[in-house]
């Protein structure tokens, strides 16, 4: 995938392609409106005096009043001999033992080396992640119980490195966006300095040390696009000036002194703080090149600024005049990255090219890439460089490239399915992939495409809300994967599921099922692997019986809005289901038709898992919030005693089974945006998750 831009940007002064979407991002809210993309309308708990007690549960109340705010609570009965309900925290402790995901399609210079050039820094969801290329292992600045986890709370989209390669600095988005500086050597302890911006700065866009380490300047996400310098020992604000009414792009101080320059969308300006005090002044173009936008920069060791530019060209600064262009990359090839390290310059373009100059600006070499470079480092002969695809990879000397994360990469990661048998999980999205990531080695080991077409984009009021630039037959939002002959079913966004022939085989379709008219948010099969149940946002769930080539035998009418859960009973004979009306409903699966009585009927029912969020043995899991929408998925662990959940806050939590009003739980910090599946393994020593529009895919070891 490449990045975006034209040749009419020079000339126009405006941003085409990524660069526009960059500059004015949106995304689909829950209700499918769209929104700012760094504007946080959804209170999460830190922001919400009510909502920060909602780990300290209480009862939500009885009577007409709950029945007011819970209407399913007709459809629940407990059973004969009920068992013990566990509102307690559950004796068990998640550790957050790897993530596979690159943030990166609204980042840029966000991947460095460290001190220790085999461990390198980048970030993803609400983390600091320290990767190290040798034992594939990470470490993590922000992960872990909420209650005591220090650092972000919503999406990172900045980073910056000292030139020591020791402390870093990470900017998040918010209502109040925390910017935090910790230390690559130990990301797990307590921020060396951390400090917000204030109520309506929308977030950190950028940020940079001095050569010295005292100073991190920060640009922000506010109308007036601020700039501010602060003391990154103290975290003391130091200054601030208005940036100006268009996004800053990227920011760099010079090598030897405390000036540094801000990069953006239609300017550039140089900043002086020599004085301890912040004055700007305008980069005077002149004769010597034509206005772009500025989307990099960097600086060469005689104080020369170097700034890479939407029409592919790099600009050389002395002061803040203009002495020269050169053409790095060609018309309409905006520059997305640009590094200098001892003088050797990198610059990565929309072409999927990194180009190499020396110090003189004398072409070096080119490096032909699949995806546009977004990030660059260099150490010694080795160049990292992040892409637009959510790859992290390595160049090393000799012209070998190793490959050391891989991610979703568009839109938003829903689909998740366990393969405990092989190790394996399973995740698809909107970005037009099936990935397969292997437990033990910590690494994606296969690829799928779901649709090699790109059929109609998302319409109003069909298909699920998405930013993605995929057509909807290229997205899915859920898996199923039959334990009997391997087969993978997925659901897409416009509908239709295709069967795979498994995970080894992601691109055999043995089966298309094109009955559902609406996209597939929850899909079963039975526990004996013989049908396969589907639930659509057209309000119906079907059923397909695998032995008769995936033949649609029942159609279940009943449910007034899209279906939202679906789960088999142990023996295959019934199923229960809920809806975005919040009906629980209950079905002989052997006739497809409802069962009116089923909650009196199965109160005593098997379930073969649990995924629903109503039901008996789940009514703690909303806590004291009332919208209760804020509950996304539901697992029951297998041993049958904890229950997972991801909510809207970003948070993976666990609860005692069954639990019921004020029931206590551990809620564990990682992802940063709405928790959109979690998953246990069959043995319960793992649990997956997956972080909708952060597209990060969690796993979590029990301990």
């Known amino acids: 995938m490449g990045c975006g831009g034209s040749k009419s940007e020079a000339h126009s002064g405006?941003?085409?392609?990524?660069?526009?979407?960059?500059?004015?991002?949106?995304?689909?809210?829950?209700?499918?409106?769209?929104?700012?993309?760094?504007?946080?309308?959804?209170?999460?708990?830190?922001?919400?005096?009510?909502?920060?007690?909602?780990?300290e549960v209480e009862s939500a109340g009885g009577g007409e009043q709950i029945m007011a705010v819970k209407p399913w609570l007709g459809a629940i009965k407990a059973p004969t001999n009920p068992p013990s309900i566990l509102n307690s925290p559950p004796s068990i402790n998640l550790e957050l033992e790897y993530v596979y995901g690159y943030r990166v399609f609204d980042s840029r210079q966000n991947l460095f080396y460290t001190s220790d050039p085999n461990r390198v820094v980048y970030m993803t969801a609400a983390l600091g992640v320290v990767l190290d290329k040798n034992s594939n292992t990470q470490r993590f600045f922000g992960a872990g119980l909420v209650t005591t986890a220090k650092g972000h709370s919503d999406d990172i989209t900045a980073l910056a490195i000292t030139r020591n390669r020791e402390i870093v600095a990470t900017g998040e988005v918010g209502a109040n966006p925390k910017v935090c500086i910790w230390s690559s050597t130990n990301p797990e302890g307590p921020p060396r300095a951390e400090f917000k911006l204030g109520r309506g700065r929308r977030g950190v866009s950028c940020l940079g040390f001095s050569h010295d380490g005292k100073y991190l300047a920060v640009a922000d996400l506010h109308n007036d696009h601020y700039v501010s310098v602060w003391d990154a020992a103290t975290g003391a604000k130091l200054g601030e000036a208005k940036g100006g009414p268009d996004k800053i792009m990227d920011v760099a101080w010079n090598n030897t002194s405390h000036v540094f320059c801000t990069a953006g969308i239609k300017h550039i300006y140089f900043w002086d703080f020599t004085g301890g005090v912040l004055q700007s002044q305008k980069g005077l173009f002149g004769q010597a090149g034509e206005q772009s936008n500025m989307t990099a920069v960097q600086w060469l060791n005689d104080g020369t600024c170097v700034t890479g530019a939407g029409n592919g060209q790099l600009y050389l600064w002395r002061d803040r005049n203009l002495q020269k262009t050169v053409q790095a990359h060609g018309a309409g090839n905006p520059i997305h990255t640009l590094v200098i390290v001892n003088d050797r310059v990198l610059s990565g373009g929309k072409d999927n090219k990194i180009v190499e100059f020396d110090g003189q600006m004398n072409k070096v070499k080119e490096y032909p890439l699949t995806s546009c470079p977004r990030a660059l480092d260099i150490h010694g002969d080795n160049i990292l460089v992040g892409t637009r695809d959510g790859c992290i990879s390595e160049l090393r000397s000799g012209g070998n490239k190793v490959v050391l994360m891989e991610s979703h990469n568009d839109g938003e990661v829903w689909g998740m399915a366990v393969d405990s048998a092989n190790g394996l999980v399973v995740t698809t999205g909107d970005d037009n992939q099936i990935k397969v990531w292997n437990v033990a080695q910590r690494k994606c080991v296969g690829t799928g495409t779901l649709d090699r077409t790109k059929g109609d984009m998302r319409k109003a009021g069909f298909g699920a809300s998405t930013m993605a630039t995929t057509g909807v037959n290229q997205q899915a939002r859920s898996l199923?994967?039959?334990?009997?002959?391997?087969?993978?079913?997925?659901?897409?966004?416009?509908?239709?599921?295709?069967?795979?022939?498994?995970?080894?085989?992601?691109?055999?379709?043995?089966?298309?099922?094109?009955?559902?008219?609406?996209?597939?948010?929850?899909?079963?099969?039975?526990?004996?692997?013989?049908?396969?149940?589907?639930?659509?946002?057209?309000?119906?769930?079907?059923?397909?019986?695998?032995?008769?080539?995936?033949?649609?035998?029942?159609?279940?009418?009943?449910?007034?809005s899209f279906i939202t859960g679906i789960d088999w009973s142990a023996d295959g004979s019934a199923l229960h289901s809920t809806c975005g009306a919040y009906e629980l409903l209950f079905w002989d699966s052997n006739t497809g038709k409802q069962v009116t009585d089923g909650a009196t009927k199965f109160a005593d029912e098997q379930w073969h898992q649990w995924s629903l969020i109503l039901g008996w043995p789940v009514k703690g899991i909303f806590g004291s919030v009332i919208d209760y929408t804020h509950i996304n998925r539901v697992h029951r662990s297998p041993e049958g005693h904890t229950v997972a959940t991801g909510n809207d806050w970003g948070l993976v939590e666990v609860f005692g089974f069954p639990n019921s009003e004020g029931a206590k739980s551990l809620a564990y910090r990682g992802h940063s945006e709405h928790v959109m599946n979690v998953k246990w393994n069959q043995r319960g020593d793992y649990l997956f998750s997956a972080g909708g529009y952060d597209q990060a895919v969690m796993q979590w070891k029990k301990r």
């Open 14 to 55: 405006k941003p085409e392609g990524e660069l526009a979407l960059e500059n004015d991002p949106k995304r689909a809210n829950k209700q499918g409106k769209m929104v700012g993309q760094y504007d946080r309308d959804d209170k999460r708990p830190e922001d919400n005096d009510a909502m920060a007690r909602a780990f």
């Open 480 to 560: 199923a994967l039959n334990g009997s002959n391997g087969h993978l079913a997925v659901g897409h966004n416009n509908g239709r599921v295709t069967v795979r022939s498994g995970v080894k085989a992601l691109d055999s379709i043995v089966a298309t099922l094109a009955d559902a008219k609406e996209w597939i948010e929850v899909m079963h099969y039975s526990p004996d692997n013989s049908k396969l149940a589907v639930g659509s946002h057209d309000n119906f769930i079907y059923i397909y019986d695998v032995g008769q080539g995936y033949k649609l035998v029942h159609k279940l009418h009943g449910h007034s």
